[in-house]
């Protein structure tokens, strides 16, 4: 008895998703399951780190995402704001590359409220993924619900076609919303009606079914709303959880093929990464060199111009030497094309007088950058060590940390993008994580408590994490308690220093810590100043 979760939501479905990549891992281990996918809202942010987790914990990786399909305009009209949800999972080498590819145009090409792409790309690239027809926000299933079978039938039918044999499933979930009810009784008419196979999902947003009001609140954090607000999007559910192939198998009990068909799933997709390799664009180097003798060659030549250009003494022999040493190292781990290609756009910035800032970070401390003119800071004088950059000891990519004027980068980009091939060339993403005093504020809006209470409570949270402070028993009642919250969640009319604020007093400090302001005094009465 098995089941293989095939529609999951981690934390990078951003301020929807509540599952942790290790929490997954331990509770599908925990649940005796050997295979999980993760699906995350449009999006591949979270496919290696959960590749990796799973991997070394000996569980099958599925990758995918709940990709949004555009209506009949296609992705890159925006004129109607249709995103059709539609799970995508890669049974193979291709079908990982065409995930890759539909994830990016969606976010490239088809950007209007979501990251959307069309059917006509989804014909050109279904190769290697099998897709199931997701939640309520799918076409299938929103017309299933709505009971226009017609237009389930055609849609059934149009992806039917699109996908390779076999590799297209309805699916029915398992979270209890009377809505979805209906939909799975109409769904499981549908199967018979097209031929199509039935799939069981969770549609798991969090680990355990207890996680469910934390989650309601991470979505008022996402829209910003308050849990007294009845026009918040929310699940009228708390079954949308990481639940045991038990529980599955007894919710439908009348259908055993629809959970069968998540381990026949869950065989067919064999995807291997192969990972720590680096994968650089060629750098094509004059005849006559490969890339490690050009970058000798240039370093060489660059650091005796350098020492034309140095206002102080030093020692040739001791540069010469420390030049060795690092080409050395450099060619013996690979890298000698990477330096080549940096020193090669930061150049051309240069020659098109496009401000490049000196070097940080540990690459200043190479003499090689100093000579390809890679950096500006020569690294001698200062005892800087290459070491702290390149290691053979501890392989990995070198990473120079350049900074380019914000009001020209983009030409740079578009450089670099034309010689190395515009496939060879992608712009890192930053995400920001909730840290614990930010969440405890964001909760209490959410919870609309009342503010001094919200003071209290972050009050109480230790700004050193070594430090815990006596605690503070936060269940006490409090007058502060029995205060209402202020209309439409605006906390600040309520608390006395916004007060200020509001009024265009802009002083800083608790009211209380302010001086009180004087009455005016009677008609003919001088006002004495107060007493020191």
């Not at 027809?133 to 039917?160: I, P, Q, W």
């Not at 398992?174 to 979805?180: T, V």
Request: aromatic share 8%.
């Amino acid at each position: 008895m098995s089941f293989t979760h095939l529609h999951l939501h981690t934390l990078y479905s951003l301020l929807d998703g509540a599952i942790r990549m290790k929490d997954l891992i331990k509770t599908v281990k925990d649940k005796g399951m050997s295979s999980v996918a993760v699906t995350d809202h449009g999006n591949m942010f979270g496919a290696i780190d959960f590749y990796k987790k799973a991997k070394d914990a000996g569980i099958k990786p599925i990758l995918g995402l709940e990709a949004y399909v555009a209506g009949p305009k296609g992705r890159e009209d925006k004129t109607e704001k249709i995103a059709n949800h539609l799970i995508l999972l890669a049974k193979n080498a291709e079908g990982y590359s065409n995930l890759r590819y539909l994830a990016s145009t969606g976010y490239l090409h088809g950007f209007y409220y979501h990251p959307r792409i069309d059917k006509q790309i989804l014909k050109e690239r279904s190769k290697g993924l099998i897709a199931l027809t997701a939640c309520l926000g799918g076409e299938v299933t929103s017309a299933c619900f709505r009971g226009d079978m017609d237009h389930a039938r055609r849609a059934a039918n149009e992806y039917k076609e699109i996908f390779e044999p076999g590799s297209f499933f309805l699916e029915i979930q398992s979270n209890g919303m009377p809505e979805q009810e209906k939909a799975n009784e109409n769904l499981k008419q549908l199967a018979r009606d097209v031929d199509l196979p039935l799939v069981a999902t969770a549609d798991a947003h969090y680990i355990k079914r207890e996680d469910a009001r934390a989650h309601e609140l991470l979505m008022c954090i996402a829209s910003g709303k308050t849990l007294a607000d009845n026009k918040r999007m929310k699940h009228s559910t708390d079954k949308l959880y990481v639940t045991s192939p038990e529980e599955m198998r007894a919710y439908f009990s009348d259908v055993p093929e629809a959970v069968d068909n998540t381990i026949r799933i869950a065989e067919q997709c064999n995807v291997e990464l192969k990972l720590g390799k680096p994968m650089l664009p060629t750098f094509q180097v004059p005849d006559g060199h490969n890339a490690t003798s050009y970058m000798e060659e240039l370093a060489t030549r660059g650091l005796n111009e350098r020492f034309t250009e140095l206002t102080y003494k030093v020692d040739r022999e001791q540069y010469l030497n420390r030049l060795a040493m690092e080409l050395a190292v450099i060619s013996s781990m690979g890298f000698a094309g990477y330096f080549l290609i940096v020193q090669d756009f930061i150049n051309w910035a240069k020659q098109h007088n496009i401000p490049v800032g000196p070097g940080r970070g540990s690459g200043a401390g190479s003499i090689v950058a100093y000579a390809l003119r890679i950096t500006d800071l020569d690294p001698i004088p200062y005892n800087l060590l290459f070491e702290r950059f390149l290691n053979p000891e501890r392989v990995s990519m070198p990473d120079f940390d350049i900074d380019f004027c914000q009001d020209r980068r983009d030409e740079v980009i578009e450089y670099v993008g034309t010689k190395y091939g515009k496939d060879n060339v992608g712009q890192i993403i930053t995400f920001g994580s909730l840290k614990a005093k930010s969440v405890l504020r964001d909760v209490c809006r959410g919870l609309r408590a009342a503010v001094l209470r919200r003071r209290q409570i972050r009050q109480a949270h230790p700004r050193d994490p070594q430090h815990h402070p006596q605690a503070v028993d936060l269940r006490r009642p409090r007058e502060a308690d029995r205060r209402r919250a202020a209309p439409q969640g605006d906390d600040r009319q309520a608390d006395p220093a916004h007060r200020g604020r509001r009024q265009g007093d802009h002083h800083q400090g608790r009211a209380r810590d302010r001086p009180r302001p004087r009455r005016p005094a009677p008609p003919g009465r001088a006002c004495t100043p107060p007493a020191s």
